[in-house]
């Protein structure tokens, strides 16, 4: 039985029309504008000389994150050390601790900005290693104020249901889910950096800021302006609802735009030079205003009189909201 498949050799190139011929062209021009993307992002952020606007931005990052690390270490030895921790601490602690890395990571790589241009491999190496620890540690206060949003919510709209079904370890299980989730995320990232996916790793950066700008940003901003409404109620909102009201708007302000404008330079492969110096910044203040925050509130804004750092903390982080929304429930419900 003989074979009806023959291979005929010719020396003449051929042509393969079709849709192999619209893949490869469409495969083509993808790969050259996610290459365009990734020199363009890695020469602005890393290796391009900052002009005089980019190294003012520059040291007041450095100027900011310094004052800003030492709030955020005293708010860390307070509710780490000195206080007794509770559910709303516990997502204090580990948000005061992404920030302080935060500012680390922004610090470091703007004076490694201002200081050197060097395209040695090894300083390419530490610039990428702060970009990474900066972009991990945005994640992670994003998802902790995404959760302490929703949790203070809940705690002002439902406070019996919410003493009586709310899990124990709660504030600690998603503290540890935010940072191992960031944490993967930014494995993935260097992974497909690493190995020179550059496609796939413009793809995996338009997921990652997508999932952060239409789910969990949507989240933070309804639950803050729920949290808004109800407080405005209110006589005496309480302490901790004030707090989470003032920072929450405050990260709405500085770190939303960053998730905005970030996702909408990945979609047209578009950045400007002074993109990510400014983004830097806005992060930086919002990471540095926290203990701020935490320190008027809880003074009283008595400037005649300064108490002391502990007794400051302790009039903050108490639960006497809930125990007196609590009371105010059952005295409605017994009459």
Same mark, same amino acid.
């Given at each position: 039985?003989?074979?009806?498949?023959?291979?005929?050799? #010719?020396d003449?190139?051929?042509?393969? $029309?079709?849709? %192999?011929?619209?893949? &490869?062209?469409?495969?083509e021009?993808?790969?050259?504008?996610?290459?365009?993307?990734?020199?363009q992002?890695?020469?602005?952020?890393f290796?391009?000389? !900052?002009?005089?606007t980019?190294?003012?931005?520059f040291?007041?990052?450095?100027?900011?994150?310094?004052?800003?690390?030492? $709030?955020?270490?005293?708010?860390?030895?307070?509710?780490?050390?000195?206080l007794?921790?509770?559910?709303?601490?516990?997502?204090?602690?580990?948000?005061?601790?992404?920030?302080?890395?935060?500012?680390?990571?922004?610090?470091?790589?703007?004076?490694?900005?201002?200081?050197?241009?060097?395209?040695?491999?090894?300083?390419?190496?530490?610039?990428?290693?702060?970009?990474?620890?900066?972009?991990?540690?945005?994640?992670?206060?994003?998802?902790?104020? #995404?959760?302490?949003g929703?949790?203070?919510?809940? &705690?002002?709209?439902? !406070?019996?249901?919410?003493?009586?079904? @709310? !899990?124990?370890?709660? /504030?600690?299980?998603?503290?540890?889910?935010?940072?191992?989730?960031?944490?993967?995320f930014?494995?993935?990232?260097?992974?497909?950096? %690493?190995?020179?996916?550059?496609?796939?790793?413009?793809?995996?950066?338009?997921?990652?800021? $997508?999932?952060?700008?239409?789910?969990?940003?949507?989240?933070?901003?309804? /639950?803050?302006l729920?949290?808004?409404? =109800?407080?405005?109620? @209110?006589?005496q909102?309480?302490?901790?609802? #004030?707090?989470?009201?003032?920072?929450?708007?405050?990260?709405?302000?500085?770190?939303? !735009?960053?998730?905005?404008?970030?996702?909408?330079?990945?979609?047209?492969?578009?950045?400007?030079?002074?993109?990510?110096?400014?983004?830097?910044?806005?992060?930086?203040?919002?990471?540095?205003?926290?203990?701020?925050?935490?320190?008027?509130?809880?003074? +009283?804004?008595?400037c005649?009189?300064?108490?002391?750092?502990?007794?400051?903390?302790?009039?903050?982080?108490?639960?006497?909201?809930?125990?007196?929304?609590? +009371? #105010?429930?059952?005295?409605?419900?017994? =009459?």
């Amino acid at each position: 039985m003989r074979s009806v498949l023959s291979l005929n050799h #010719t020396d003449k190139p051929q042509k393969y $029309g079709g849709n %192999y011929a619209t893949c &490869s062209d469409s495969y083509e021009k993808a790969h050259n504008k996610a290459e365009w993307f990734h020199e363009q992002l890695f020469s602005i952020a890393f290796l391009t000389k !900052p002009n005089s606007t980019v190294q003012i931005i520059f040291i007041l990052i450095i100027f900011i994150s310094i004052v800003g690390m030492l $709030g955020n270490g005293c708010v860390i030895w307070q509710l780490g050390f000195c206080l007794k921790r509770n559910n709303f601490t516990t997502y204090i602690l580990n948000l005061a601790t992404a920030d302080f890395n935060m500012l680390m990571s922004a610090a470091a790589l703007s004076a490694i900005m201002l200081i050197t241009v060097s395209k040695e491999n090894y300083v390419k190496a530490i610039q990428t290693f702060f970009g990474q620890l900066n972009m991990l540690t945005h994640c992670v206060g994003l998802y902790l104020m #995404t959760a302490i949003g929703v949790e203070r919510c809940l &705690s002002i709209l439902f !406070p019996i249901w919410v003493h009586c079904h @709310r !899990p124990k370890h709660l /504030s600690t299980t998603v503290s540890v889910l935010s940072w191992i989730l960031s944490g993967l995320f930014n494995i993935i990232e260097f992974l497909l950096h %690493y190995f020179c996916l550059t496609e796939a790793w413009v793809t995996f950066l338009r997921i990652i800021s $997508g999932v952060n700008l239409f789910i969990f940003i949507p989240v933070m901003v309804v /639950s803050t302006l729920i949290l808004f409404i =109800k407080m405005s109620f @209110r006589h005496q909102p309480g302490k901790l609802h #004030t707090i989470m009201l003032i920072i929450l708007l405050f990260f709405i302000v500085t770190a939303v !735009p960053y998730s905005v404008l970030f996702f909408l330079c990945i979609i047209d492969y578009q950045f400007h030079v002074i993109a990510i110096p400014i983004y830097t910044l806005l992060n930086v203040v919002n990471s540095s205003i926290n203990p701020i925050i935490y320190f008027f509130v809880g003074s +009283r804004c008595n400037c005649k009189s300064w108490d002391s750092i502990k007794v400051v903390f302790h009039r903050v982080f108490k639960d006497e909201t809930e125990l007196t929304e609590l +009371r #105010t429930h059952n005295n409605i419900m017994m =009459k």
